[in-house]
Nanobody, 115 residues
Framework: QVQLVESGGGLVQPGGSLRLSCAAS????????MGWYRQAPGKQRELVAT???????DYADSVKGRFTISRDSAKNKVSLQMNSLKPEDTAVYYC?????????WGQGTQVTVSS
């Protein structure tokens, strides 16, 4: 059973930065895809950024130029550097890992952008 554990959320002022990290355990295989989704109150969960094993990335338009995803495929770890944060980035951020057609999710970490 693949398990994902996130860290790094918190409270930050608008314009500030945070770095989220996620580590997967429970498998000896490299996850095909790792990344981040988020869910704000009253909204559906949405893609933030993902990266596949070959290095191709996918970003939500709303975070392009501000967020950067990186991963260590050998260690099944993924990080999200978030800069120039805005109040609308406030959400619970979930790590996702995909292996053999299954998606695994972390428990989520809260990011709050507020003055």
């Amino acid at each position: 059973q693949v398990q994902l554990v996130e860290s790094g959320g918190g409270l930050v002022q608008p314009g500030g930065s945070l770095r989220l990290s996620c580590a997967a355990s429970g498998t000896i295989f490299s996850l095909y895809r790792m990344g981040w989704y988020r869910q704000a109150p009253g909204k559906q969960r949405e893609l933030v950024a993902t990266m596949i094993s070959g290095g191709n990335t996918d970003y939500a338009d709303s975070v392009k130029g501000r967020f950067t995803i990186s991963r260590d495929s050998a260690k099944n770890k993924v990080s999200l550097q978030m800069n120039s944060l805005k109040p609308e980035d406030t959400a619970v951020y979930y790590c996702i890992g995909s292996l053999r057609g299954f998606d695994y999710w972390g428990q989520g970490t809260q990011v709050t952008v507020s003055s």
